[in-house]
Antibody, heavy 122, light 112 residues
Framework: EVQLVESGGVVVQPGGSLRLSCAASGFTFDDYAMHWVRQAPGKGLEWVSLISWDGGSTYYADSVKGRFTISRDNSKNSLYLQMNSLRAEDTALYYC???????????????WGKGTTVTVSS | DIVMTQSPDSLAVSLGERATINCKSSQSVLYSSNNKNYLAWYQQKPGQPPKLLIYWASTRESGVPDRFSGSGSGTDFTLTISSLQAEDVAVYYCQQYYSTPSFGPGTKVDIK
């Protein structure tokens, strides 16, 4: 069964840092690009970041560019999101999602994790 | 960046009746080289992650009931639930994947 499990969400103070993880199983992880998508409480979905299957290419939403870094460790079947200079508006449920096709960036997301909650508050 | 809009924000439909959700992109998401519309629809029920319903604007994901259908091309798209069931109460999002992804604001569907 294809599965994505996020972890690392906590309560952090404004200006703080946090690293989220997403553990993948049930598919050949290093064949697929991966996304982070977030959802603020009671709000819609916001795309955050995309990384290629080999980690060689990364893309970010303007709202997080320069503060967040996406990475992956294919030997550990894991995706990460390093979040620095956190703001109250970064408070959200963070999902990792798998791209549906191998070795392509611009494709729909076919599998989502259940998310991990990040709260930025003093 | 491609901006996605949806209408209406919410709708209430009687059980067994049709629900129609519209989605518009700020630029065409039709890729001319393969004639595919890079548009997906997701369903999100309370407390759950989004679930893929439709991709390429009109292709139903495996296991999705055939009462769900997608149509449209270029910049204008529609998700139709032909006969609303109680389990279809959810928020529905369109998303373009022609470039770095963007989602519509969502449409909440309830029972009248």
């Amino acid at each position: 069964e294809v599965q994505l499990v996020e972890s690392g969400g906590v309560v952090v103070q404004p200006g703080g840092s946090l690293r989220l993880s997403c553990a993948a199983s049930g598919f050949t992880f290093d064949d697929y690009a991966m996304h982070w998508v977030r959802q603020a409480p009671g709000k819609g979905l916001e795309w955050v970041s995309l990384i290629s299957w080999d980690g060689g290419s990364t893309y970010y939403a303007d709202s997080v560019k320069g503060r967040f870094t996406i990475s992956r460790d294919n030997s550990k079947n894991s995706l990460y999101l390093q979040m620095n200079s956190l703001r109250a508006e970064d408070t959200a449920l963070y999902y990792c999602a798998k791209v549906a096709a191998t070795r392509l960036y611009y494709y729909y997301m076919d599998v989502w994790g259940k998310g991990t909650t990040v709260t930025v508050s003093s | 960046d491609i901006v996605m809009t949806q209408s209406p924000d919410s709708l209430a439909v009687s059980l067994g009746e049709r629900a129609t959700i519209n989605c518009k992109s700020s630029q065409s998401v039709l890729y001319s080289s393969n004639n595919k519309n890079y548009l997906a629809w997701y369903q999100q029920k309370p407390g759950q992650p989004p679930k893929l319903l439709i991709y390429w604007a009109s292709t139903r994901e495996s296991g999705v009931p055939d009462r769900f259908s997608g149509s449209g091309s270029g910049t204008d798209f529609t998700l139709t639930i032909s006969s609303l069931q109680a389990e279809d109460v959810a928020v529905y999002y369109c998303q373009q994947y022609y470039s770095t992804p963007s989602f519509g604001p969502g449409t909440k569907v309830d029972i009248k």
